[in-house]
């Protein structure tokens, strides 16, 4: 076809450059086609969105208490990779589900997580048990800004937990803000974190059991847009 082209199209630049426009464009085209109907299982922060929502709506339906531990080590039967091709947004902009009731933001620096070292000792010790910190703060309009880092040995089911644990404080601010009575400041926003940390500690291992039963791979994820983390020297800890 490149003989054919190039009898056809000579030496002439403006000639050339159409020829390679057009081809760009069918090529870039049947890439994203193809995507449409190729379902990929890596989770990156979109699928991860999606399949994690679809999570809170199947495991409310099946308890009365949001809160109460995870009843049964049985997956849950998840969005499939297949599944998401259908609503997955390739060119045009993503919007979150959550974006309308708080702002987030993986990678975070320590300085946004904790102003003084007071309250990073605090954080420290609230987390002590995870590979991850997490802190959420008042913002304008009643919007919220969660920052979530990793730990630097942090593996990929400490990134799962600490993914799950951000999107489901993201999911109760986004119910309260909805019910239009709830006023989100630093101390309500603070017994939330606590409140969705035990949930998320008893949610983590039945949660990447759904992953693998739905088909998604949970070895890999990419989710950290900016791999900016954290370590403690155990030796200066504060």
């Given at each position: 076809?490149?003989?054919?082209?190039?009898?056809?199209?000579?030496?002439?630049?403006?000639?050339?450059?159409?020829?390679?426009?057009?081809?760009?464009?069918?090529?870039?085209?049947?890439?994203?086609?193809?995507?449409?109907?190729?379902?990929?299982?890596?989770?990156?922060?979109?699928?991860?969105?999606?399949?994690?929502?679809?999570?809170?709506?199947?495991?409310?339906?099946?308890?009365?208490?949001?809160?109460?531990?995870?009843?049964?080590?049985?997956?849950?039967?998840?969005?499939?990779?297949?599944?998401?091709?259908?609503?997955?947004?390739?060119?045009?902009?993503?919007?979150?589900?959550?974006?309308?009731?708080?702002?987030?933001?993986?990678?975070?620096k320590l300085p946004?997580?904790?102003?003084?070292?007071?309250?990073?000792?605090?954080?420290?010790?609230?987390?002590?048990?995870?590979?991850?910190?997490?802190?959420?703060?008042?913002?304008q309009f009643n919007?919220?800004?969660?920052?979530?880092?990793?730990?630097?040995?942090?593996?990929?089911?400490?990134?799962?937990?600490?993914?799950?644990?951000?999107a489901r404080l993201?999911?109760?601010?986004?119910?309260?803000?909805?019910?239009?009575?709830?006023?989100?400041?630093?101390?309500?926003?603070?017994?939330?974190?606590?409140?969705?940390?035990?949930?998320?500690?008893?949610?983590?291992?039945?949660?990447?059991?759904?992953?693998?039963?739905?088909?998604?791979?949970?070895?890999?994820?990419?989710?950290?847009?900016?791999?900016?983390?954290?370590?403690?020297?155990?030796?200066?800890?504060?």
């Amino acid at each position: 076809m490149g003989i054919v082209l190039s009898t056809v199209l000579g030496a002439s630049t403006p000639n050339i450059l159409a020829a390679f426009t057009v081809l760009a464009a069918l090529h870039l085209y049947s890439n994203y086609r193809s995507l449409l109907y190729v379902g990929l299982p890596t989770l990156n922060h979109q699928r991860a969105e999606l399949v994690v929502m679809d999570y809170f709506h199947k495991v409310q339906d099946t308890i009365s208490d949001p809160f109460a531990p995870a009843a049964s080590a049985e997956p849950v039967h998840l969005l499939r990779p297949n599944d998401l091709t259908r609503v997955e947004v390739f060119v045009r902009p993503y919007v979150s589900p959550f974006c309308s009731s708080s702002a987030f933001r993986i990678g975070s620096k320590l300085p946004e997580l904790a102003q003084n070292v007071g309250e990073l000792r605090t954080l420290l010790s609230i987390f002590k048990h995870e590979q991850y910190l997490l802190q959420v703060r008042p913002g304008q309009f009643n919007k919220p800004h969660i920052s979530l880092v990793f730990q630097r040995e942090a593996q990929t089911k400490d990134l799962i937990a600490g993914y799950l644990h951000a999107a489901r404080l993201r999911f109760e601010i986004g119910r309260g803000t909805s019910a239009g009575a709830m006023r989100w400041d630093a101390q309500t926003l603070h017994v939330e974190l606590l409140r969705t940390l035990e949930w998320t500690r008893s949610h983590t291992a039945p949660f990447i059991a759904s992953l693998s039963a739905s088909g998604w791979n949970t070895e890999n994820v990419f989710l950290e847009a900016t791999k900016r983390r954290f370590h403690v020297n155990e030796n200066c800890a504060p």
